[in-house]
């Protein structure tokens, strides 16, 4: 058994709450630049803010987007990992809560939904964890804004639905609301599992990396195919029209019941914000 | 082009859906629930936090400011989600607005009566607009943490005319295109 101390947990929460928040992962920002064409056009200044924020945000210590978002974390802790102190969802907490306060990042969390006083400290974290081999613990972050969480959908279909289905409930959610998510956007797309499965699936679709192909040959294909649809709907770069209204699309999916065809999609703002630490 | 929030005001008919203008002068931050207070202070006639004549509401809730800065990262959010309170706010005086995203029709045309305009701000590069902000004071509403009001001086908004006072709209002029 390894042995890992929650106050380094904690202590590498924080520190991760201002990287994720100040810097934009290369991926994103190569994937941005690889669109500019130079035209003048107001979509093509949109893409060069978003360059020339994220130069600002990493050299001044400052938050490429206010909306610092829900911080979500996405954990594998090897079996053969013993936490000591904190178990690990307060400790990551506590390290959500020390860093967005020693980072000046924005707290957008409200104890409830109805009332919506602000819990002032950015917690609770969303905490996925998954049990794995090994003695290491491995920990994803995403900051997720809140404008793009809005524009986001699920929708129950049933078998006969099949791809075809599936894409055009996709297509109808980008035309909806991808306008207010913040283009050019990263589309995470949930197949299978069930309702509650479903939308935790579109969520971990965005952590792949810009460029990365699917494992699956068939759903590499399909992402291929959405992107150029959802490319032709027109929105374009903050919904001002052009072709660059998503960056990528990315599928998982998970065994389902015979009865049913759950999907659902996850919309992420260009300003796509991960990290990963092993500890 | 550079231009002050008064002569936009008196100029207000001059710009067009499309232009684009980099803003300075004196505007307010107010996001959902600032809008449901104001709001409530309107219908209740009892004293709000700024005169809504002649002023500027951008829909913000912006990050803390750091030990030797002005202001956080403070770009648009979605303005949509005010659509319900916004001709009230227009009839209460306001003459410009800005954030991020189409508005309804009620907005529209409320905007066409009260002759004011409609300014977009891109979304996702709030460390930008943290660059052209002079001065920050918090005016109400602190126990709203970022959805408080905030007094904001800035110099060189890079703005877009999103709805010009006859009603013209950008997001229109797109689906045109396509």
Request: aromatic letters at 6%; a neutral charge; one cysteine or more.
């Amino acid at each position: 058994m390894r042995n890992v101390k929650s106050e380094d947990i904690i202590s590498e929460i924080e520190k991760m709450c201002a990287d994720v928040n100040y810097n934009l992962p290369c991926d994103v920002a190569e994937c941005v630049a690889s669109l500019v064409k130079n035209d003048k056009s107001i979509q093509d200044n949109i893409l060069l803010e978003i360059l020339q924020n994220a130069q600002v945000a990493a050299k001044e210590h400052i938050a490429l987007c206010q909306d610092t978002g829900t911080a979500n974390f996405f954990v594998k802790i090897g079996k053969n990992v013993n936490i000591t102190g904190d178990d690990i969802t307060s400790s990551i907490n506590k390290g959500v809560e020390r860093g967005y306060r020693k980072y000046f990042l924005r707290k957008s969390i409200v104890f409830d939904p109805i009332d919506r006083k602000n819990t002032q400290t950015n917690m609770p974290a969303n905490i996925y964890c998954d049990f794995v081999e090994g003695d290491k613990i491995e920990i994803t972050m995403l900051a997720k804004g809140g404008g793009s969480e809005n524009a986001s959908a699920l929708k129950m279909l049933v078998p006969s639905d099949g791809w075809n289905g599936v894409k055009q409930f996709v297509l109808e959610a980008v035309k909806q609301k991808g306008a207010n998510a913040c283009p050019p956007l990263i589309v995470g797309i949930g197949i299978g599992g069930d309702f509650a499965s479903v939308g935790f699936l579109a969520k971990k679709a965005l952590l792949r990396q810009l460029g990365s192909a699917n494992i699956s040959e068939d759903y590499n294909c399909r992402e291929k195919e959405l992107l150029g649809e959802i490319n032709k709907l027109g929105i374009g770069p903050m919904g001002l029209g052009g072709k660059v209204t998503a960056l990528a699309v990315f599928i998982e999916t998970k065994p389902c019941h015979i009865a049913s065809l759950p999907a659902a999609v996850n919309i992420q703002c260009h300003s796509c914000r991960r990290k990963t630490i092993i500890l | 082009m550079k231009l002050t929030l008064e002569t936009l005001i008196n100029n207000i008919h001059d710009y067009r859906a499309g232009e684009r203008i980099e803003l300075s002068g004196e505007i307010y931050t107010a996001r959902d629930q600032a809008h449901k207070r104001i709001a409530a202070l309107i219908d209740s006639s009892e004293k709000l936090p700024f005169d809504l004549r002649n002023s500027c509401i951008y829909y913000c809730g912006p990050c803390p400011a750091g030990n030797d800065k002005i202001i956080g990262s403070c770009g648009p959010t979605t303005s949509s989600r005010m659509d319900f309170y916004t001709p009230k706010m227009l009839s209460g005086g306001v003459k410009i607005l800005i954030g991020k995203g189409n508005r309804n029709s009620e907005v529209i045309e409320s905007i066409k009566e009260n002759g004011a305009i409609y300014l977009l701000a891109t979304g996702g590069v709030g460390a930008l607009f943290a660059q052209k902000v002079k001065k920050a004071e918090l005016i109400a509403f602190e126990d709203l943490g970022p959805e408080a009001v905030y007094r904001l001086s800035v110099e060189d908004f890079p703005l877009t005319v999103g709805i010009d006072c006859f009603g013209n709209n950008l997001f229109d002029e797109r689906k045109k295109c396509f």
